[in-house]
């Protein structure tokens, strides 16, 4: 666990913390959020670490500092740094074709909107320019896409094909991937996509185990982080697991919140994981204290430097949905700030975060040696609320 700090040394104010969690708690009275759990560091100490309202609105059992919740897309960096942990081995190259690892992606096909006789869009496909490379894995610039969000005939053709129904593993939904056309060209477009879920299985291949072994093998038991896993098997740990209120568990397109005390047979590199404000927190000391902790190197600086920087030159476009938002390019598994202002959002340059569909979020800020995480389960809220504890956080740096 990492150490508790005074905040007055770490540089806060104590009275314009109190007021994160008068807001928080406040809020959750209020109805507006069940609850939530939020972890500020820096300089490798706790300055803030408070749990406020509700973990389940259903029980009204009282949120916990080790709550777990579902992390969604909180969980590519995580794949994203195993991966670069077998980079740094050499056994996968940023620059390796995909199709090294997943065969059914030797000849993808590319879908064109163009109009038809009647006028109406018809989908034409074409071949690819050229092959995916894991780097557009990482970064999002694969071509492939979700079918949960957002309007196009091959976003269509997702929900039509169904890659989510049923039952199947990391290798079969690569497979129902692969059988798709790319929304874009591979290399020119930043779409938000399976691109995380599809690098799981390119982990998998390249280790020889399922991934939620590698994770826990490479990151997850090194790092102490005992409360993140793909499914919340251990009946003891069940009652620990935050829900969100019954009338805020969609995440749009028909994808509801799923149940983590169920264990199936897909593990989602791209936002499978479920955990806790504190393993989080392991995972992003890491990360600051440039890839090694107790000891152990997990990733080099280089190779950290190299993931946290800007990976969208070479022609590549923010796409209709670039949720990084002004400000930020976009590296190897994070958003990454390019410039102090901008963004809407206070923050430094070379700052990097990521969230959850859920409400989950957190950010790196190299500059000020902090990181923050933010833990709770409400779709509805989540953006309001990532604005807000950003705004509030910086507020209370006084030095």
Do not use: C
């Not at 071949?127 to 894991?134: D, E, L, V, Y």
């Not at 969609?250 to 169920?262: A, Q, T």
């Not at 992003?284 to 902790?293: I, T």
């Not at 930020?328 to 340059?349: E, H, I, N, Q, T």
Request: hydrophobic residues 40%.
């Amino acid at each position: 666990m990492l150490p508790q700090g005074d905040p007055a040394a770490l540089g806060f104010a104590a009275d314009r913390l109190a007021r994160i969690t008068t807001r928080l708690k406040a809020d959750s009275e209020a109805g507006i959020i069940p609850g939530a759990v939020l972890l500020i560091a820096r300089q490798g100490k706790i300055a803030y670490f408070e749990a406020m309202g509700v973990r389940d609105p259903q029980t009204k059992a009282a949120m916990t500092r080790d709550t777990i919740f579902r992390i969604y897309s909180m969980t590519k960096p995580i794949v994203t740094a195993a991966a670069m942990m077998q980079v740094e081995e050499g056994r996968l190259a940023v620059g390796d074709p995909l199709a090294r690892y997943v065969p059914a992606f030797t000849k993808p096909q590319v879908g064109v909107e163009k109009p038809g006789p009647d006028g109406k869009p018809v989908l034409e496909l074409v071949p690819a320019q050229r092959a995916i490379s894991i780097q557009d894995l990482m970064r999002h610039t694969s071509g492939i896409t979700y079918g949960f969000f957002g309007v196009g005939a091959v976003k269509a053709q997702y929900r039509e094909a169904g890659v989510m129904d049923g039952e199947f593993d990391n290798a079969e939904f690569a497979e129902r991937i692969a059988r798709l056309p790319l929304a874009y060209q591979p290399g020119t477009v930043w779409d938000y996509s399976h691109s995380t879920d599809i690098l799981g299985r390119v982990v998998e291949v390249v280790d020889k185990k399922p991934l939620g072994q590698v994770l826990k093998d490479r990151l997850l038991n090194p790092l102490g982080m005992k409360d993140t896993a793909f499914f919340v098997t251990d009946a003891a740990k069940q009652p620990r697991v935050a829900e969100p209120f019954p009338d805020d568990r969609s995440l749009g397109g028909g994808v509801e919140f799923f149940d983590p005390r169920k264990a199936g047979k897909y593990e989602s590199g791209g936002g499978g994981l479920t955990g806790t404000a504190m393993d989080y927190a392991r995972f992003l000391q890491m990360l600051l204290d440039g890839g090694a902790q107790n000891g152990k190197r997990y990733l080099s600086l280089k190779t950290l430097a190299y993931m946290t920087s800007d990976h969208m030159g070479m022609g590549v476009v923010p796409g209709p949905y670039f949720l990084p938002g002004p400000g930020y390019g976009f590296g190897l598994g994070f958003g990454v700030r390019k410039d102090g202002g901008v963004s809407a959002d206070p923050g430094s340059a070379g700052d990097y975060y990521w969230g959850g569909a859920g409400g989950t979020y957190f950010w790196v800020d190299p500059k000020e040696k902090m990181f923050v995480v933010f833990m709770m389960q409400s779709p509805k809220q989540r953006l309001t609320y990532r604005a807000l504890v950003r705004n509030m956080v910086y507020a209370a740096m006084v030095k």
